[in-house]
């Protein structure tokens, strides 16, 4: 594979990356309850990794990945801390 063409399928994508972000941030506001606006925020999250991801290929720095490990695992422990309260709530 060539080089340009790895380019702008990077380019493409973080296009499309940057569009599902704006429609996730579009259900984060009109998200009729508290769960769909936390599972679009979740959402937001994972494509934000995607769009970094999508910047360390466009640049080549590599320097980048630890940010986006960092977001995932806070996105993750944000998740796991809502279901808890959820559950918490639920039990009452």
Request: hydrophobic letters at 60%; a negative charge.
């Amino acid at each position: 594979m060539s080089f340009g063409l790895i380019t702008a399928v990077a380019t493409v994508v973080l296009g499309m990356l940057i569009a599902a972000l704006f429609l996730s941030f579009v259900r984060l506001l009109r998200g009729p309850s508290t769960p769909d606006r936390v599972v679009a925020l979740d959402l937001m999250t994972t494509i934000a990794v995607g769009i970094i991801a999508a910047y360390i290929i466009l640049t080549n720095e590599p320097a980048f990945l630890d940010t986006a490990i960092v977001l995932s695992l806070i996105s993750f422990l944000g998740t796991i801390a809502f279901a808890f309260y959820i559950e918490q709530g639920a039990a009452r």
